[in-house]
T-cell receptor, first 112, second 113 residues
Framework: ETGVTQSPTHLIKTRGQQVTLRCSSQ?????VSWYQQALGQGPQFIFQ???????GRGNFPPRFSGLQFPNYSSELNVNALELDDSALYLC???????????FGNGTRLTVT | QKEVEQNSGPLSVPEGAIASLNCTYS??????FFWYRQYSGKSPELIMS????GDKEDGRFTAQLNKASQYVSLLIRDSQPSDSATYLC?????????????FGTGTLLAVQP
Protein backbone atom coordinates (compact mmCIF):
# COMPACT_ATOMS: atom_id res chain seq x y z
CA GLU A 1 0.00 0.00 0.00
CA THR A 2 1.56 3.30 -1.08
CA GLY A 3 1.23 6.29 1.18
CA VAL A 4 0.60 9.93 0.32
CA THR A 5 3.25 11.29 -2.02
CA GLN A 6 3.94 14.94 -2.79
CA SER A 7 6.06 16.69 -5.36
CA PRO A 8 8.29 18.55 -5.51
CA THR A 9 9.97 18.27 -2.11
CA HIS A 10 11.49 21.73 -2.27
CA LEU A 11 10.73 24.77 -4.38
CA ILE A 12 12.05 28.32 -4.56
CA LYS A 13 9.92 30.99 -6.22
CA THR A 14 10.00 34.75 -6.57
CA ARG A 15 7.31 37.05 -5.19
CA GLY A 16 4.49 37.47 -7.70
CA GLN A 17 5.04 34.12 -9.41
CA GLN A 18 2.62 31.22 -9.48
CA VAL A 19 3.23 27.69 -8.17
CA THR A 20 1.56 24.29 -8.49
CA LEU A 21 2.08 21.58 -5.91
CA ARG A 22 1.04 17.98 -6.52
CA CYS A 23 -0.21 15.16 -4.34
CA SER A 24 -1.09 11.50 -4.87
CA SER A 25 -3.48 10.17 -2.26
CA GLN A 26 -3.04 6.93 -0.40
CA UNK A 27 -4.63 4.02 -2.22
CA UNK A 28 -8.36 3.76 -1.46
CA UNK A 29 -8.63 7.31 -0.06
CA UNK A 30 -11.20 9.60 -1.70
CA UNK A 31 -10.69 12.71 0.42
CA VAL A 32 -7.71 15.04 0.21
CA SER A 33 -6.89 18.08 2.32
CA TRP A 34 -4.18 20.69 2.05
CA TYR A 35 -2.51 22.39 5.01
CA GLN A 36 0.05 25.15 5.35
CA GLN A 37 2.58 24.93 8.16
CA ALA A 38 4.68 27.98 8.92
CA LEU A 39 7.84 27.56 10.97
CA GLY A 40 7.07 26.90 14.63
CA GLN A 41 3.32 26.67 14.05
CA GLY A 42 0.81 23.90 13.69
CA PRO A 43 -0.61 23.10 10.26
CA GLN A 44 -3.43 25.37 9.10
CA PHE A 45 -6.30 24.06 6.98
CA ILE A 46 -6.43 25.44 3.45
CA PHE A 47 -9.19 23.34 1.87
CA GLN A 48 -10.53 19.84 1.39
CA UNK A 49 -11.71 17.96 -1.70
CA UNK A 50 -14.10 15.05 -1.70
CA UNK A 51 -14.87 13.23 -4.94
CA UNK A 52 -13.47 16.10 -7.00
CA UNK A 53 -15.52 18.82 -5.28
CA UNK A 54 -14.26 21.36 -2.74
CA UNK A 55 -16.25 20.78 0.44
CA GLY A 56 -14.49 22.99 2.97
CA ARG A 57 -12.14 25.94 3.01
CA GLY A 58 -10.07 27.67 5.67
CA ASN A 59 -9.17 31.35 5.96
CA PHE A 60 -7.05 31.57 2.83
CA PRO A 61 -7.54 34.07 -0.02
CA PRO A 62 -8.87 33.02 -3.45
CA ARG A 63 -5.36 33.01 -4.91
CA PHE A 64 -5.09 29.62 -3.19
CA SER A 65 -6.98 27.16 -5.37
CA GLY A 66 -7.06 23.45 -5.90
CA LEU A 67 -8.20 20.51 -7.94
CA GLN A 68 -8.89 16.86 -7.31
CA PHE A 69 -8.78 14.46 -10.24
CA PRO A 70 -10.79 11.28 -10.89
CA ASN A 71 -7.89 9.16 -9.64
CA TYR A 72 -8.06 11.23 -6.39
CA SER A 73 -4.70 12.91 -6.98
CA SER A 74 -4.72 16.63 -6.26
CA GLU A 75 -3.09 19.96 -6.99
CA LEU A 76 -2.67 23.12 -4.95
CA ASN A 77 -2.16 26.29 -6.95
CA VAL A 78 -1.02 29.56 -5.47
CA ASN A 79 -1.04 32.72 -7.58
CA ALA A 80 0.72 36.02 -6.95
CA LEU A 81 3.07 34.55 -4.39
CA GLU A 82 3.88 36.62 -1.30
CA LEU A 83 6.82 36.31 1.06
CA ASP A 84 4.48 35.04 3.80
CA ASP A 85 3.54 32.08 1.61
CA SER A 86 6.89 30.55 2.49
CA ALA A 87 5.98 27.42 4.45
CA LEU A 88 5.71 23.65 4.41
CA TYR A 89 2.67 22.61 2.39
CA LEU A 90 1.15 19.36 3.48
CA CYS A 91 -1.26 17.15 1.62
CA UNK A 92 -3.29 14.65 3.62
CA UNK A 93 -5.70 11.98 2.49
CA UNK A 94 -8.34 10.00 4.32
CA UNK A 95 -10.54 7.01 3.56
CA UNK A 96 -13.69 9.02 4.13
CA UNK A 97 -14.50 12.58 5.16
CA UNK A 98 -14.20 11.95 8.90
CA UNK A 99 -11.48 9.33 8.87
CA UNK A 100 -8.04 10.15 10.33
CA UNK A 101 -5.75 12.12 8.05
CA UNK A 102 -2.49 10.68 6.76
CA PHE A 103 0.04 13.25 5.64
CA GLY A 104 2.51 13.22 2.81
CA ASN A 105 6.11 14.35 3.27
CA GLY A 106 5.27 17.90 2.29
CA THR A 107 6.63 20.50 -0.10
CA ARG A 108 8.88 23.18 1.33
CA LEU A 109 8.14 26.43 -0.54
CA THR A 110 10.44 29.40 -0.22
CA VAL A 111 9.36 32.72 -1.70
CA THR A 112 12.09 35.31 -2.17
CA GLN B 1 -8.48 32.35 23.21
CA LYS B 2 -6.88 29.95 20.77
CA GLU B 3 -9.06 27.11 19.53
CA VAL B 4 -6.49 24.45 20.48
CA GLU B 5 -3.84 25.20 23.07
CA GLN B 6 -0.70 23.33 23.97
CA ASN B 7 2.31 24.19 26.05
CA SER B 8 5.13 24.72 23.56
CA GLY B 9 7.72 23.21 25.89
CA PRO B 10 10.32 21.93 25.68
CA LEU B 11 9.21 19.12 27.95
CA SER B 12 12.30 17.26 29.09
CA VAL B 13 12.00 13.77 30.57
CA PRO B 14 14.62 11.11 31.34
CA GLU B 15 14.71 7.91 29.34
CA GLY B 16 12.27 5.36 30.75
CA ALA B 17 10.01 7.95 32.38
CA ILE B 18 6.40 8.79 31.55
CA ALA B 19 5.91 11.85 29.34
CA SER B 20 2.60 13.66 29.78
CA LEU B 21 1.43 15.99 27.02
CA ASN B 22 -1.66 18.14 27.44
CA CYS B 23 -4.06 19.96 25.17
CA THR B 24 -7.19 22.05 25.71
CA TYR B 25 -9.75 23.07 23.11
CA SER B 26 -12.41 25.74 23.00
CA UNK B 27 -15.28 24.31 20.93
CA UNK B 28 -17.60 22.07 22.95
CA UNK B 29 -18.98 20.65 19.70
CA UNK B 30 -15.68 19.01 18.83
CA UNK B 31 -16.11 15.35 17.95
CA UNK B 32 -12.73 13.87 17.05
CA PHE B 33 -9.33 14.27 18.62
CA PHE B 34 -5.92 13.28 17.32
CA TRP B 35 -2.29 13.25 18.33
CA TYR B 36 0.38 13.58 15.68
CA ARG B 37 4.14 13.26 16.09
CA GLN B 38 6.38 15.47 13.95
CA TYR B 39 10.11 15.06 13.76
CA SER B 40 12.11 18.13 12.80
CA GLY B 41 11.84 18.80 9.07
CA LYS B 42 9.35 15.97 8.56
CA SER B 43 5.58 15.75 8.15
CA PRO B 44 3.11 14.89 10.95
CA GLU B 45 2.55 11.20 11.65
CA LEU B 46 -0.70 10.01 13.22
CA ILE B 47 -0.17 8.36 16.62
CA MET B 48 -3.60 8.20 18.23
CA SER B 49 -7.21 9.07 17.58
CA UNK B 50 -9.86 9.26 20.28
CA UNK B 51 -13.57 9.99 19.98
CA UNK B 52 -15.19 9.27 23.36
CA UNK B 53 -14.46 10.12 26.96
CA GLY B 54 -11.95 7.97 28.80
CA ASP B 55 -8.67 6.34 27.96
CA LYS B 56 -7.46 4.65 24.80
CA GLU B 57 -4.24 2.66 24.87
CA ASP B 58 -1.99 1.62 22.01
CA GLY B 59 1.34 0.14 22.99
CA ARG B 60 3.30 2.70 25.00
CA PHE B 61 0.81 5.45 24.15
CA THR B 62 -2.37 6.32 26.04
CA ALA B 63 -4.75 9.08 24.94
CA GLN B 64 -7.16 10.52 27.49
CA LEU B 65 -10.25 12.58 26.66
CA ASN B 66 -12.44 14.60 29.00
CA LYS B 67 -15.08 16.46 27.00
CA ALA B 68 -16.58 18.15 30.08
CA SER B 69 -13.23 19.77 30.82
CA GLN B 70 -12.40 20.17 27.10
CA TYR B 71 -9.12 18.45 27.71
CA VAL B 72 -7.18 15.77 25.87
CA SER B 73 -3.82 14.33 26.85
CA LEU B 74 -1.21 11.89 25.62
CA LEU B 75 0.89 9.73 27.91
CA ILE B 76 4.03 8.06 26.63
CA ARG B 77 5.29 5.28 28.90
CA ASP B 78 8.91 4.13 28.97
CA SER B 79 9.99 7.19 26.96
CA GLN B 80 12.82 6.60 24.51
CA PRO B 81 15.22 9.12 22.89
CA SER B 82 13.52 8.25 19.58
CA ASP B 83 10.31 9.75 21.00
CA SER B 84 11.96 13.18 20.95
CA ALA B 85 9.81 15.21 18.58
CA THR B 86 7.04 17.80 18.48
CA TYR B 87 3.63 16.41 19.40
CA LEU B 88 0.67 18.09 17.76
CA CYS B 89 -2.84 17.95 19.17
CA UNK B 90 -5.59 18.25 16.55
CA UNK B 91 -9.33 18.64 16.92
CA UNK B 92 -12.08 18.20 14.33
CA UNK B 93 -14.53 21.04 14.95
CA UNK B 94 -17.01 20.23 12.21
CA UNK B 95 -17.75 16.69 13.32
CA UNK B 96 -19.39 15.76 10.11
CA UNK B 97 -19.30 17.66 6.84
CA UNK B 98 -15.64 18.48 6.60
CA UNK B 99 -12.51 16.85 7.93
CA UNK B 100 -11.08 20.20 9.00
CA UNK B 101 -8.54 19.71 11.73
CA UNK B 102 -7.51 22.55 14.01
CA PHE B 103 -3.99 22.03 15.28
CA GLY B 104 -2.24 23.36 18.32
CA THR B 105 1.24 24.76 17.95
CA GLY B 106 2.73 21.56 19.34
CA THR B 107 4.76 20.54 22.38
CA LEU B 108 8.43 19.78 21.91
CA LEU B 109 9.40 16.64 23.83
CA ALA B 110 13.05 15.92 24.62
CA VAL B 111 13.87 12.51 26.08
CA GLN B 112 17.26 12.55 27.75
CA PRO B 113 19.32 9.33 27.53
Amino acid sequence: ETGVTQSPTHLIKTRGQQVTLRCSSQSGHNTVSWYQQALGQGPQFIFQYYREEENGRGNFPPRFSGLQFPNYSSELNVNALELDDSALYLCASSFEINSPLHFGNGTRLTVT
Amino acid sequence: QKEVEQNSGPLSVPEGAIASLNCTYSDRGSQSFFWYRQYSGKSPELIMSIYSNGDKEDGRFTAQLNKASQYVSLLIRDSQPSDSATYLCAVNLAGGATNKLIFGTGTLLAVQP
